[in-house]
């Protein structure tokens, strides 16, 4: 048997190898052949055409489903209804008409929503670039908005705050144009500036100094509240000051910021100035409020007068004397540091009732 098998003749390769050559020319000399994309149901083209038809013109419920459908998009990494979304917003804010009806769709704050949560959804940079390219039209045509606003027409204010409040602190353009539209309408009539202190436009302007740090956006932010603040009662500015305390420390850190840049300094020292001299008057019961009747003990907290005199010191040495004098004439009427046991602010809400006149009538019926 040994004999046998190796008497046999070994196996030829021959004829294997051309077949082997074929099968590898076969599978190396095809390229792979991209996959048919998946054809578009009735009811994505039926949306997507609702989408091509979207203009100025659209109601507030098309813009509604045409941010639904945009944001399915995002969710899902639809191209095609996200750069279809994307279009139609863009065309909706061609015109004037069209982003009043943005405004009444919420369309301001869904497309602020979209665009953060952007970075979250891993979308490309086409689908990207067409987010950024909406999100522009709206600051673009916000922007064109507000600057063209006539200040007679005061039905508009609660629409300029709106847009002031969610695009202001994201586009600086949106930012100035809102300022200088609320600052018309406090000029035109001083009633207008009690309706914006009403209206919480103090929380608006401290969002925008907080996120926009230009010296020059913030000193005519600054010289904004100035004006409102100067043309209200001490009644009406201290409530709505205390309740947007944070905004007194926000002033003097931009201060801060920039203290080379006089303009900026002289208008927010006049704004802490003003707000040092401003008190809300109350009846006389006998006993003290627990709320505080002026705004010392917040313009103390944010030590604005310790800014204060080293702007002077500054001025002084690079022999500056005169803008030297100016902020320390304007920063005279800072509070400057008191004692817990000194009367008046927040230091000294829990006191004795004080000996009132009433309490001498009494002793006096006595």
């Known amino acids: 048997m040994?004999?046998?098998?190796?008497?046999?003749?070994p196996k030829s390769r021959a004829k294997s190898k051309p077949a082997a050559d074929s099968k590898k020319k076969s599978t190396t000399g095809k390229k792979a052949s991209p996959s048919p994309a998946a054809p578009i149901s009735d009811k994505k083209q039926q949306e997507?055409?609702?989408?091509?038809?979207?203009?100025?013109?659209?109601?507030?419920?098309?813009?509604q489903k045409s941010f639904k459908l945009l944001g399915y998009g995002l969710k899902e990494g639809d191209r095609h209804y996200l750069k279809a979304g994307c279009s139609a917003i863009e065309r909706v804010c061609e015109e004037h008409e069209g982003l009043q009806t943005l405004i009444k769709a919420k369309g301001v704050e869904t497309m602020l929503s979209i665009v953060r949560h952007m970075p979250h959804a891993h979308v490309s940079p086409s689908m990207s670039?067409?987010?950024?390219?909406?999100?522009?039209?709206?600051?673009?045509?916000?922007?064109?908005?507000?600057?063209?606003?006539?200040?007679?027409d005061f039905?508009?204010?609660?629409?300029?705050?709106?847009?002031?409040?969610?695009?202001?602190a994201e586009d600086e353009d949106v930012a100035i144009s809102s300022l200088a539209a609320m600052e018309r309408f406090v000029l035109y009539r001083g009633e207008h500036a009690v309706t914006l202190l009403a209206s919480d436009a103090l929380q608006v302007l401290h969002r925008i100094i907080g996120h926009n740090?230009?010296?020059e956006l913030v000193t005519e932010a600054f010289s904004l509240l100035f004006r409102l603040c100067d043309l209200c009662s001490g009644q009406a500015v201290v409530p709505v000051v205390i309740k947007e305390s944070g905004l007194v420390k926000t002033v003097v850190e931009s201060l801060q910021q920039a203290p080379l840049n006089m303009?900026?300094?002289?208008?927010?020292?006049?704004?802490l100035a003003l707000w040092s001299t401003l008190t809300m008057e109350v009846e006389d019961t006998g006993y003290t409020r627990?709320?505080?009747?002026?705004?010392?003990?917040?313009?103390?907290?944010?030590n604005a007068e310790d800014h204060a005199r080293e702007v002077v010191a500054n001025l002084s040495r690079s022999g500056l004397t005169h803008a030297a004098g100016w902020i320390s004439a304007i920063?005279?009427?800072?509070?400057?540091?008191?004692?817990?046991?000194?009367?008046?602010?927040?230091?000294?809400?829990?006191?004795?009732?004080?000996?009132?006149k009433g309490r001498r009538s009494n002793s006096k019926d006595r």
Not at 2 to 9: C, D, I, K
């Open 2 to 9: 040994l004999l046998n098998t190796a008497a046999m003749p």
């Open 213 to 215: 740090r230009t010296p």
């Open 263 to 271: 303009r900026l300094q002289l208008t927010g020292l006049r704004l």
């Open 155 to 168: 039905h508009e204010l609660p629409n300029v705050l709106h847009l002031a409040h969610w695009l202001g």
């Open 290 to 302: 627990s709320e505080p009747k002026d705004l010392k003990d917040l313009v103390r907290q944010a």
């Open 48 to 63: 997507l055409n609702f989408l091509a038809e979207v203009t100025y013109e659209a109601s507030v419920e098309d813009v």
């Open 129 to 152: 670039e067409a987010i950024n390219a909406a999100a522009a039209a709206v600051y673009r045509q916000s922007a064109t908005w507000l600057d063209e606003l006539d200040q007679v």
């Open 331 to 356: 920063s005279s009427r800072l509070p400057g540091p008191v004692s817990k046991s000194e009367p008046g602010g927040i230091a000294a809400q829990r006191r004795t009732p004080p000996q009132g």
